[in-house]
């Protein structure tokens, strides 16, 4: 069966470091991936997808960036953090018929 | 634009009670639908979706939704709530993501629901 993981499940980081969410998928090969921002506990907002290693599109231009560097490793980043950074972050995978699955998330508190 | 609305922020009911959670979409073509659920602090999980066939469509943790194409509705219910059930549930639609030949989900904004004791 599969199943992703993500983490750290919470992190607090200074304002102006570097961030660095790490997201893995098992049990299935080349799947979709993606990152959603979820701000003050509502909507989610898509960050970025990938269908395919070194593939990344991004939805909304901000601070983030994100890699794919093997088929089923997706990494989250930052150069420096703003305070606007603040979050619950989830990765998802899904095919492309079917629903999508999502990690645990990761809750980021840029102080 | 494919979009998906959740018109309740919160609903409210009674353990015991029926409930029903609103969806209404805007999509060109055939919709691809989803509920899912989300605990404090969690991820989301699947409940059911819709992508052809019988318009009552039978999910997890006995929920149900149906769809209405005359109504473009996916209404999530329940016939007896339970305390449990209390949690922010996400109705999504598939959007294709152009170019790329994939897809991806919309989400409506979210609508807590609260099972009262």
């Known amino acids: 069966s599969q199943t992703i993981h993500q983490w750290p499940a919470t992190l607090v980081q200074p304002v102006g470091s570097p961030l660095s969410l790490e997201c893995t998928v098992e049990?299935?090969?080349?799947?979709?991936l993606y990152w959603y921002r979820q701000a003050a506990g509502r909507g989610l907002q898509l960050l970025f997808y990938s269908v395919g290693i070194g593939q990344i599109s991004s939805e909304v231009p901000q601070n983030l960036s994100a890699s794919r560097p093997q088929d089923r490793q997706f990494i989250l980043s930052s150069k420096k953090l703003l305070l606007s950074d603040s979050g619950f972050y989830l990765c998802?995978?899904?095919?492309?018929?079917?629903?999508?699955?999502f990690g645990q998330g990761t809750r980021l508190t840029v102080v | 634009a494919q979009s998906v609305a959740q018109p309740e922020d919160q609903v409210n009911v009674a353990e015991g009670n029926p409930l029903t959670v609103k969806c209404t979409y805007s999509?060109?073509?055939?919709?691809?639908l989803f509920w899912y659920v989300q605990y404090p602090n969690r991820g989301l999980q699947f409940l059911l979706k819709?992508?052809?066939?019988?318009?009552l469509v039978k999910g997890s943790y006995g929920f149900e939704a149906e769809f209405n194409k005359s109504q473009t509705s996916f209404h999530l219910k329940k016939p007896s709530a339970l305390v449990s059930d209390s949690a922010l549930y996400f109705c999504?639609?598939?959007?294709?993501?152009?170019?790329?030949?994939?897809?991806?989900?919309?989400f409506g904004k979210g609508t807590k629901l609260s099972v009262i004791p």
């Open positions: 049990g299935t090969s080349n799947p979709n």
């Open positions: 999509v060109s073509g055939n919709p691809y």
């Open positions: 819709y992508i052809t066939g019988d318009n």
């Open positions: 999504a639609v598939r959007v294709s993501i152009s170019g790329a030949g994939s897809y991806q989900l919309t």
């Open positions: 998802a995978w899904n095919r492309p018929s079917t629903e999508a699955f």
